[in-house]
């Protein structure tokens, strides 16, 4: 399957409401960072340079059984609107949208695995999964690792591992993370002292799209903070640990919400639920914050007739380039909101509660 025919598609894999603990977390993510050995990292390095890691990187992925059938293509080929789409489809990383002549990128067809090259380092190799299954893309993410490395020289330390561009990564080279949504925190107004406190055991929490993003819908991104020191099964457990205490958290806070006040959580919901299936004008951020409540309706039995991965589905798909693709042209902010409010009624239907 072409990379075109990929972001054709409505759905990724990890869009579709499946995998562990699947009612709060959305999808776990690892990345590992890697470069070749004696080319300096992208952000000194010169054209020709850049230019012999896409040859290299591009050879070395031809020869790779895990990513069969999947195509090598240069961001500079591809349009602006199509580079955005692969964002928000979290396949590839905002920066790596900038600066875009000597970037490549490789999406296997099932968007499991994707690979950035010449981002902040030659190589990102990438694995998403649906639910919380990090140990699952770390074992994917670490299998086209040795397909590359046997055929590519890393720049490697024998005293702290893995060379990168960015000192926070250096060691493993690997950031874990998982996307989860904690509404019922957030309306507790737990979630700065949760913050604080994952800080302290080396996570962090970030914005929907990463370091640098906004919080969209109650959805947060916990990864590790510290890559040096620690094996990657380490890194891996620590996050499980910590994200498996944040999950019964989550759960703590919508039972106490419902026991204390079970009308008033019923409003907001299925208020929320109103507008978006009557509005005619949605922006992106308040879109997010009432699909937020409805799947949170979903998942406290308050909601019948959804499907509870309509926030995954919604998540991406109200996002600008998305509504864009499926209108065939490009729009300007004012009608992108209408458009969005279209699709969401035409996806949604008001149903009672149970």
Known sequence: ??????????????????????????????????????????????????????????EAAARQPLLAGADYIRLVELPVLERQLLVEKHLISPQHTKDVKYKAVVVRDDEALSIMVNEEDHLRFQALYP????????????RIDEGFASLLPYAVSPDIGYLTACPTNVGTGMRA?????????????QMKRLINAVAQVGLVVRGIYGEGTEVLGNIFQISNQVTLGRTE??????????????????????????????VRLED?????????????????????????????????KL?????????????????????????????????????RATLIRERMKPHPAK
Request: overall charge neutral.
């Open 268 to 300: 907001k919901i299925f208020r929320s639920l109103g507008l978006l299936t009557n509005a005619r004008i949605m922006s992106s951020q308040e879109a997010m914050q009432l699909i937020s409540d409805v799947r949170l309706g979903i998942d406290m």
């Open 131 to 142: 639910g919380l299954q990090p140990e699952e893309a770390w074992r994917l993410c670490s």
């Open 1 to 58: 399957m072409s990379l075109r025919e990929i972001m054709s598609k409505t759905l990724s894999e990890w869009m579709k409401g499946t995998g562990p603990e699947s009612d709060i977390v959305i999808s776990s993510r690892v990345r590992l960072a890697r470069n070749l050995e004696g080319i300096p990292f992208p952000g000194v390095a010169g054209e020709e340079q850049l230019k012999t890691v896409v040859e290299k990187t591009k």
């Open 303 to 339: 909601i019948s007739g959804l499907e509870p991965r309509i926030l995954q589905e919604l998540l991406v798909m109200i996002r600008p380039a998305h509504l864009q693709k499926l209108m065939g042209h490009e729009m300007e902010a004012p009608e992108r909101d209408i458009m």
């Open 233 to 262: 099964d380490e890194i891996i457990q620590h996050l499980l640990s910590i994200t498996r205490q944040i999950i019964d958290q989550e759960r703590q806070a919508r039972r106490r919400i419902l026991q204390q006040n079970k």
């Open 177 to 189: 993370s998982i996307m989860i949504h904690l509404p019922a925190l957030t309306m507790a107004d």
